[in-house]
């Protein structure tokens, strides 16, 4: 995939400890070059907007770019008449990188791990806490760091570009005129991006001859759906009381990743996390350490009407 191509491009090689080097020997700095690199391969594999939006490239934290909203016009021209001159309509946006973090505190036998071995065994953790809160505040604004109005979902209800599931004759009919939203800003639907949840309602659709309309009667989960991609957001990540599916042209959606990620690592702290008995954790009491990874992303959106939403039935 391009995005993925291009965020390997951009991720900062670092140095890093020799496998045989204990954990305990490195406390600070930054992930391993290979285990850095697989730590962002599973947030890109798994983030549904890393997916499926554009990837900005990002040197600072925050970058202003312009880009193109509406191209030149051509003008009828008779013999020896002046053509005339027309402007393109660039505007400029701006997208700032915000800093994203994890505490996974871990017990001491993590400690016999080597460096390489221990973030094999961590780096899912980090992946789906960096991704679900990525996606979450992306996609529907909720927890967002970013400016008031950026996220898809709020693009949307500023479109008014939503309909109510089974508001039409059937599913196909739903997803149809969903993309006839986005068409009529003069936009490209370019896919669908859902929870695994709905994947049975797509099995589900049928025709008039009860045959499967997106799936064929051997397949577990429709990959297309009116000729687009499909893209399952982990169910941790979406807001079901807002939206079923989302589509969109998602090249009015941008993200970049300012730098790799950092981390550190601390026996000695303590976390304010309330445990079931009802206090924070002291990691010297327990005999356990924390790793704490951070990272920097950045995320906009360019237009209201790039974006349509399938809402909930909200029929009492």
């Given at each position: ?301 360019l237009k209201d009407d790039a974006f349509a939403a399938l809402t909930p039935d909200v029929t009492p």
């Amino acid at each position: 995939m391009k995005n993925k191509q291009l965020l390997k491009a951009n991720i900062k090689q670092f140095d890093f400890n020799p496998d045989n080097v204990l954990l305990m020997d490195a406390k600070t700095g930054t992930i391993p070059t290979e285990q850095g690199t697989l730590v962002l391969t599973d947030f890109m594999q798994n983030s549904v907007v890393a997916q499926i939006a554009t990837y900005e490239n990002m040197t600072k934290p925050k970058k202003e770019f312009t880009y193109l909203a509406d191209g030149p016009g051509a003008y009828w021209v008779g013999e020896a008449e002046r053509i005339q001159t027309s402007k393109a309509e660039w505007l400029k946006a701006s997208m700032e990188a915000k800093k994203l973090g994890v505490i996974i505190p871990v017990s001491k036998e993590f400690l016999r791990y080597s460096v390489s071995d221990f973030f094999n065994e961590v780096k899912p953790m980090i992946a789906e806490a960096f991704y679900t809160k990525f996606d979450q505040a992306a996609l529907f604004g909720n927890g967002s760091p970013y400016t008031a109005g950026t996220s898809v979902w709020e693009r949307i209800t500023a479109s008014g570009n939503t309909i109510e599931i089974g508001s039409t004759p059937n599913l196909y009919t739903d997803l149809n005129g969903l993309v006839a939203l986005v068409e009529d800003g003069d936009h490209d639907a370019n896919g669908f991006t859902t929870t695994r949840r709905f994947r049975q309602k797509l099995r589900g659709a049928v025709d008039g001859q009860n045959k499967p309309i997106f799936n064929d009667t051997t397949a577990g989960a429709a990959n297309q759906v009116l000729g687009m991609p499909v893209g399952y957001v982990d169910g941790k990540a979406w807001d079901y009381s807002k939206a079923e599916l989302i589509t969109g042209d998602w090249k009015y959606a941008r993200y970049g990743i300012l730098q790799g990620i950092e981390y550190a690592i601390s026996e000695d702290a303590t976390l304010t996390t309330i445990t079931a008995d009802g206090g924070p954790v002291n990691l010297f009491e327990r005999d356990m350490f924390a790793l704490r990874a951070t990272m920097h992303i950045g995320f906009m959106t360019l237009k209201d009407d790039a974006f349509a939403a399938l809402t909930p039935d909200v029929t009492p």
